[in-house]
């Protein structure tokens, strides 16, 4: 599929879900006050209320924030909508400190521009798919996406579910709906396509660069609130100094005299001296949260169970949660809930029966795992592709790895070794319910280009995050310590699945596996 044909495709399934999620804006009569249980109080416009009371974000409230992590975490249950109202706080609270410090710089902190960036945090998660980032693994399967996003894609190397929401947001439906919010709210000075490349992080204008960064950028307005949501309701302790954070945040031109990486004038959102220790307990309380809580076995082994339903599903052409399954949009169809209600009212059994045991909490079991102790050390001369030159045989084996599912043709490689593993073991289940699980590295890229003003506000002069914090030492040591791949399968195989499992990923990747990678599952060694 060409990428012309991939976002045709894309652009008509996203047309008739937007025809059926927008609709005409309904206003109340006053503005709201809204009371959230991690920030407090806030002030919502007549036009935000009417934005998050349409069908397009109300979904939101039945789309898990953290994905099925409350099997294993109880009381993490909050929303993807919960997520939204707070992105919007952290938003607001970055404008009201820009502003306090800028109160004479009208040229590029105009009144204007707050409702723009107030409404591009309402909408950043308006395509999100069923249990959060689950569903963004799950849409690379489908060949419009990957053409997309893939090589030479229209939207190379950007997140799917972005690209969704810009689609959603520049699509026909939407620019009705803005046309009659504008009527009801003349502050509306922007389109909606303004809003759709907030969001999406297209930097056209490099001079309007720190917009994009209070939504989009290294220590935005998503993370902030992600963080100490997902940090609060799982109950991990961690400790964030936002006040600090947004004292320290400032707007600073940056031009190549400065910064030898620029090829033209860039004005960016940059942090003050005095508060790379906030950035700094961001980025620990980000890889704690993933070793804790994201990349949990148990919490892996449901999100693979998902992706088994869907692959089941698709496979067999049947109907799951009401919809035969042909485009990613058709996961915009979805929730959570009417996911998980198949569970009773498919018509298929089998169907019935993995879903059923994601409900009831049967989950996957560890017949394997695949981490920095769990296998001898490689051959030092085996260089694998796409990893750069200079690190431990051990440290490039484990990248590699993580890499792998970024890609179509990564994610296909996996499923054949897992379909492999299950026909080489008997077939003791279905090729469905054994899963290679090899979860990304935690990101450092983002923050390591974040900026610290080392000069004064007049007289600024910069370095980056990563000449006051060893993040890529960090992100090394939490790949051969911390990191963990899996083969999952049901409890009842683990037996047969466990052995070949280990023979043909030792073959497959050149890898003799130790005592570890059984022991670590909780499994006698082999």
């Not at 109907?319 to 996911?339: C, H, K, N, P, Q």
Request: with cysteine.
């Amino acid at each position: 599929m060409t990428p012309e044909e991939g976002l045709d495709r894309l652009r008509t399934a996203i047309g008739q879900f937007a025809d059926s999620h927008i609709g005409q804006p309904r206003f109340p009569r006053s503005n709201k006050v809204i009371h959230d249980a991690v920030w407090g109080t806030h002030l919502l416009h007549r036009h935000e209320v009417a934005v998050l009371d349409s069908p397009l974000l109300q979904r939101l409230r039945y789309v898990h924030q953290t994905s099925l992590s409350y099997l294993t975490y109880p009381s993490i249950t909050h929303s993807r909508f919960e997520h939204t109202l707070g992105v919007l706080y952290q938003t607001e609270r970055l404008w009201r400190a820009l502003s306090e410090k800028y109160i004479s710089k009208e040229d590029f902190l105009p009144a204007s521009l707050n409702p723009k960036i107030r409404l591009a945090a309402i909408l950043h998660d308006c395509s999100h798919g069923i249990f959060s980032h689950t569903s963004e693994e799950i849409y690379r399967l489908f060949p419009e996406v990957e053409a997309c996003v893939g090589s030479g894609g229209r939207f190379e190397g950007m997140s799917p579910s972005e690209v969704l929401g810009y689609l959603i947001l520049t699509s026909p439906p939407f620019e009705r709906f803005f046309k009659e919010l504008e009527k009801q709210a003349p502050v509306l000075e922007f389109r909606p396509r303004d809003i759709a490349t907030l969001i999406l992080a297209e930097r056209l204008d490099k001079l309007q660069e720190y917009q994009t960064d209070i939504i989009n950028g290294p220590f935005d307005a998503d993370k902030l609130d992600y963080i100490s949501r997902d940090g609060h309701y799982s109950g991990l302790p961690l400790g964030i100094d936002l006040d600090r954070l947004w004292y320290a945040t400032e707007v600073q031109l940056m031009s190549p005299a400065q910064v030898q990486e620029l090829e033209e004038d860039h004005l960016r959102l940059v942090i003050g001296r005095s508060g790379v220790n906030s950035l700094e307990q961001i980025v620990a309380a980000r890889m704690n949260l993933t070793a804790s809580l994201y990349h949990h076995h148990k919490v892996r082994a449901a999100e693979c169970m998902v992706k088994g339903a869907v692959e089941y599903a698709m496979k067999r052409g049947l109907d799951i949660a009401g919809r035969r399954v042909e485009t990613a949009v058709d996961f915009l169809w979805m929730t959570d809930v009417s996911f998980l209600a198949d569970a009773e009212r498919n018509s298929d059994s089998e169907l019935r029966r993995l879903l059923g045991n994601l409900l009831h909490r049967r989950l996957l079991k560890r017949a394997l795992v695949i981490a920095g102790v769990s296998f001898e050390k490689p051959d030092e001369t085996d260089q694998k592709p796409g990893i750069e030159q200079g690190h431990s045989a051990r440290y490039n084996l484990i990248n590699y790895l993580a890499l792998l599912k970024r890609t179509s043709e990564g994610t296909k490689t996996l499923r054949e070794l897992a379909e492999k593993i299950c026909k080489e073991a008997n077939r003791p289940c279905l090729p469905e319910e054994v899963w290679i699980d090899l979860p990304d590295l935690p990101k450092t890229g983002d923050l390591s280009r974040t900026f610290v003003n080392i000069g004064t506000s007049d007289k600024p002069e910069f370095k980056t995050l990563s000449d006051f914090i060893p993040l890529d030492q960090w992100g090394k040591q939490y790949a051969i310590n911390k990191w963990r791949g899996h083969v999952f399968c049901p409890p009842e195989c683990v037996e047969k699945i466990s052995p070949v499992a280990r023979n043909v990923l030792g073959e497959v990747f050149k890898i003799t596996f130790n005592k570890y990678a059984q022991s670590l599952a909780n499994l006698p060694p082999q």
